[in-house]
């Protein structure tokens, strides 16, 4: 099982311990800034779709984000 989760900055460095201290823990890493920008946009993309999906937005059609650019 794979656990992805927010902390402060702050915590940061004693959560990273708690984590690597753990027996069954195989590998334990921060993100990068690129990574977690990344994670969030995609995080952002995938509640877009998820509105789309309930009708509660509509996305643009390939075609008119082609037009677009």
């Known amino acids: 099982m794979k656990i ?3 902390i402060l900055d ?4 004693f959560g990273m ?3 690597r201290s753990l027996s ?3 590998k334990a890493n ?7 920008n990344l994670w969030d946009d995609l995080k952002d993309a995938a ?4 509105q789309h999906k ?3 937005v509509k996305l643009q059609s390939l075609d008119e984000f082609v037009n677009e650019v």
């Open 4 to 6: 992805l989760d927010e």
């Open 10 to 13: 702050s915590d940061a460095t």
């Open 17 to 19: 311990k708690v984590l």
């Open 24 to 26: 069954s823990e195989k």
């Open 30 to 36: 921060s993100m990068s800034s690129g990574s977690v």
């Open 47 to 50: 509640k877009d779709v998820r």
């Open 54 to 56: 309930e009708g509660k």
